[in-house]
């Protein structure tokens, strides 16, 4: 069982950056593939960035050039450095791990409102 727990959200105007983290439970992080979701309201999550055990990178078209995922296995944490928000970004973020299985933290909220 892996356990997930997200920090860092809260609200910003347009144009603003905030950073989340994720810090995961587990001897073998550095062997999880990590990623980061986003559920809007009234919409299906969705994948937005995620990061292999080797540290390979991947992100979904509409943040490409404003966010960052990266990880520290040292500290068991996966990041989200998020730059440029827009009010379209607004939505719970959730982190993501699979290790055999797929395992989610809580959620942690992001308002991008003027």
Same mark, same amino acid.
């Given at each position: ?5 997200? $920090?860092? *959200? =809260? ?5 603003? @950056? ?6 995961? %439970? ?25 990061? $292999?055990? *080797? =540290? ?5 078209? @509409? ?6 995922? %990266? ?44």
């Amino acid at each position: 069982q892996v356990q997930l727990v997200e $920090s860092g *959200g =809260g609200s910003v105007q347009p144009g603003g @950056s905030l950073r989340l983290s994720c810090v995961a %439970s587990g001897s073998i992080f550095s062997s999880y593939f990590m990623g980061w979701y986003r559920e809007a309201p009234g919409k299906q999550r969705e994948l937005v960035a995620t990061i $292999s055990s *080797g =540290g390979y990178t991947n992100y979904v078209d @509409s943040v490409k050039g404003r966010f960052t995922i %990266s990880r520290d296995n040292v500290k068991n944490t996966v990041y989200l450095q998020m730059n440029s928000l827009k009010p379209e970004d607004t939505a719970v973020y959730y982190c993501n791990a699979r290790y055999f299985d797929f395992y989610w933290g809580q959620g942690t909220q992001v308002t991008v409102s003027s």
